[in-house]
């Protein structure tokens, strides 16, 4: 017979920067009386100390995303700092209307913190992968965008956002880098300078990025944010003017902002993300990973073949 996992034991040990989340976030609302926390049920059982000593913030609202959003966008406008957490897709795409009217519309800043990256919930069907939640979001004004890729990071960002008034989303996921490269600063880190141009390595993926390119003579830029883009030091670091761009949500989702960095500049793009194609067998995170092509091995063939044909 078959062993059932319940939905608890599957992300005891292995969601660091959710575990990690809950522990900085209950110390924010201990220490903070205007911080706040909304929940889907999703991560709810992790509060559950806080909540009995903290019921008027600490809420939970069950599986109700739209009214989540618009309770933030309430407790925003009374002058609390709310933050509002769930899986990406059930926080971004869900409840998209709600952030575009009831936040940005309204000009009211809140903190969206997700969980399950694009596809670390892969097995529990399409409905539970987002890897076009950062491109949604984009396409609204004035949020900063978080992408840690470490546990430390996470609470970094978290800490940080905790004492801002702005629109802010955390992303947080199961992959991560083995040790955190962001100390809190507010541009793109260099991890590598190199002659043959740059790649932007952004949160989880910067170990695989670094690995990749241990044979080739590129700047690596780490960006633990990615909105706002930090073209500044894009082109303060800048050596040829081919950049590639690898990040762990969909592809092509920052190369408008690199076109835009290098306007006046001749250029050529590499963007590495997750496709298009949907995948209608579950699979693994790492099977997602491979067929996405962002494995170490396969960025490293993308991007020996990108930066080694300069006049292509």
Known sequence: MKKVITWEQRFADINIMRQRFAVVMSELIESNSNVVLVLADI????FQDVSNRFPDRVINVGIREQLMIDMVSGMALAGLRPFAHTFASFLIERPFEQIKIALNHQNIGAVLVSAGGSYDLSVDGRTHQSPADVALLSTLANWNIYIPGHAEEAERALRTVAEGTGCDYIRLSTECNHHPYWKGEKSFITLKEGELGTVIAVGPVADKVIAA?????????????????DSETLLKTLSLPSIAIVEPYLVGTSSNLISAALMHIPHRILSLGVGLEELRKFGTPDEHIQHHGLDKENIQNKLEQFFNNHSS
């Not at 991560?43 to 992790?46: D, G, P, Y």
Request: charged letters at 20%; proline letters at 10%.
């Open 43 to 46: 991560t709810a059982e992790r």
């Open 213 to 229: 390119t241990k044979n080739l003579n590129v700047t690596i830029l780490y960006a633990p944010f990615i909105r706002p883009f």
